[in-house]
């Protein structure tokens, strides 16, 4: 086998019998060759070819191998007269790009939310706006919030000028923050001394005497009642308009107080509390048809009025803000208990409408045996409440506590009277309570209501008995059929012999459970 060394690209063998190494040129690959040592023959594969050690820069030490370096070699002085490239730092796309649409809007809600802080303090600095009671230590915070909020969403708007953005932001912020402080006329100045009795008769720097009414009206900032006492008299209307002004009031319990207010004084619902220093609230009520000492009653239970002042039909009421808070809930639901009845009697008088239906079940389901007259007279008048909605839940108590129903059904019946002319579906036991005194004055109500539904009010208004017969008997005429069979068999239980011969005229009728139900009806009619 000849041995070819000048050629680089030979490849390098071994023999697989005397392990004697020799170069042959690459055409032999996959042939059959003779070893010169051994005389063996062998295949040139890749189990024979003898693979070379791969070098990396820096384990040989010829200067060849310093082309493949990775680290600039110390040893190597750069070539003189030659000056080493710099390249400027590569800049983010961000900064290359334009601004994304989400940080302009970013931007655009930070200088939105900051302008909108300003003008709600600019706003709270008005003694007659709405939000004219707003105390100092709620202006820092409105304030310290929206600063913040615009500093944030206004940097992060601005990528390529962080640093701008935050000096923008910061000279922002100083400017809503010294609105509260430049501002110093506020409510709370004003009515710093409200609790004092009002002094009616001031001086001026001129020596005339202020007039006192006026003087009332900056005491107490009535910008909203006069607006609304105005626009009745514009309108003509025989209805008044009332400011209760409440003192010392937690803000838990504004909305609970409204709602009483409105319900008790039958007011607008555009009836609204205007916010005061020192959890004070000034509230508007607008079309009431009660007089000023009856409004001074229903707003009185709030508390205790200190002053009243008819001229400006202003009443100041102390608030007591124990009464919002309801009795023990296990005292209340015990019916063992020796105080259960007392208890859900004082919750029957609560503020919160609520808490009031809640003890009115409660008494529905109990034993009436303690305090039957007193808790009948409160179910009445709540019954009779224009605002109450849960009728069948009263009824259904006065049903078990009033040992005389005279009153409850004549204050049911008007209740009951309502529900007709809504043309609504009246509460069962609103019914029932009306049925069971059988009051002839009930009668054309009890016939309308069955009308509507006799299959349910059937039982309800047999209890009337032969009163109602005439009424009963025109509908006998009536074209729906299910009417008509409800009416035939109504005239058996309460008829009498004068109308057998109405019920004689349909004995010829085709529809046979018409024919039926007549003969049956007349048959009762005969037979008592």
């Known amino acids: 086998m000849e041995e070819v060394k000048e050629d680089p690209n030979n490849l390098n063998i071994r023999c697989p019998s005397c392990r004697l190494r020799f170069s042959v040129a690459p055409e032999l690959m996959n042939r059959i060759v003779e070893c010169g040592g051994c005389d063996s023959q062998f295949r040139i594969t890749d189990e024979v070819i003898i693979h070379s050690k791969k070098i990396y820069p820096g384990e040989k030490k010829e200067p060849d191998l310093h082309q493949f370096r990775r680290i600039p070699s110390s040893s190597i002085a750069p070539p003189v007269g030659m000056q080493t490239i710099n390249y400027a730092e590569f800049n983010h796309p961000e900064q290359l790009g334009p601004s994304s649409p989400l940080r302009v809007i970013a931007g ?25 009671g707003m105390t100092f230590e709620k202006k820092i915070i409105i ?4 600063s913040l909020l615009g500093f944030i969403f206004l940097v992060y708007a601005n990528p390529r000028t962080k640093i701008k953005a935050g000096v923008i ?3 922002l912020a100083a400017g809503i923050f010294s609105i509260p402080f430049f501002l110093k006329e506020t409510p709370s100045e004003l009515n710093k001394d409200l609790d004092k009795p009002a002094e009616i008769t001031p001086v001026s720097n001129e020596g005339q005497v202020a007039d006192p009414i006026q003087t009332l009206r900056e005491r107490f900032l009535t910008q909203p009642l006069e607006s609304e006492q105005k626009r009745l008299a514009a309108s003509n209307s025989n209805k008044s308009a009332y400011g209760i002004f409440l003192t010392d009031m937690l803000g838990r319990n504004k909305l609970t107080a409204r709602d009483y207010l409105i319900r008790e004084t039958n007011a607008s619902l555009a009836s609204h509390p205007f916010p005061r220093n020192n959890n004070n609230h000034l509230m508007v009520l607008t079309e009431v048809e009660k007089s000023f000492d009856q409004v001074a009653v229903i707003a009185g239970k709030l508390g205790n009025i200190t002053e009243t002042y008819p001229e400006i039909n202003v009443i100041v009421v102390k608030v007591d803000n124990e009464q919002f808070i309801a009795g023990s809930a296990e005292k209340l639901n015990d019916k063992n208990h020796p105080s259960f009845y007392e208890l859900n009697r004082l919750e029957l008088q609560s503020i919160d409408l609520g808490r009031i239906q809640q003890a009115v079940e409660r008494l529905a389901d109990s034993d009436a045996t303690l305090s039957r007259s007193d808790i009948t007279q409160i179910l009445i008048c709540l019954l009779e409440k224009p605002n109450i909605d849960f009728h069948d839940s009263i009824a259904r108590a006065l049903l078990k506590w009033a040992e005389d129903p005279g009153p409850a059904a004549e204050v049911g019946l008007r209740a009951l009277k309502s529900y007709v002319s809504k043309k609504t579906s009246p509460p069962e036991h609103l019914v029932r309570l009306v049925a069971d005194y059988k009051n002839p004055e009930a009668i054309p109500t009890m016939v309308s209501i069955w009308e509507t539904n006799p299959v349910i009010w059937d039982n309800e208004l047999v209890k009337f008995g032969s009163p109602i017969e005439a009424l009963v008997l025109e509908k006998l005429s009536s074209d729906k059929p299910p009417l008509r069979r409800a009416t035939i068999k109504m005239l058996g239980e309460i008829g009498t012999a004068k109308i057998l011969p109405e019920l ?3 004995l010829s009728e085709e529809d046979p459970e018409v024919r039926l139900l007549a003969q049956r009806a007349i048959q009762q009619i005969e037979q008592r």
């Open 108 to 132: 655009v809600f930070g200088v939105s939310i900051m302008v909108i802080g300003a003008l709600l303090l600019l706003i709270s600095s008005n003694p007659s706006s709405p939000m004219g």
């Open 169 to 171: 932001g910061v000279m």
């Open 504 to 506: 004689r005229k349909i």
């Open 143 to 146: 304030g310290g919030f929206t």
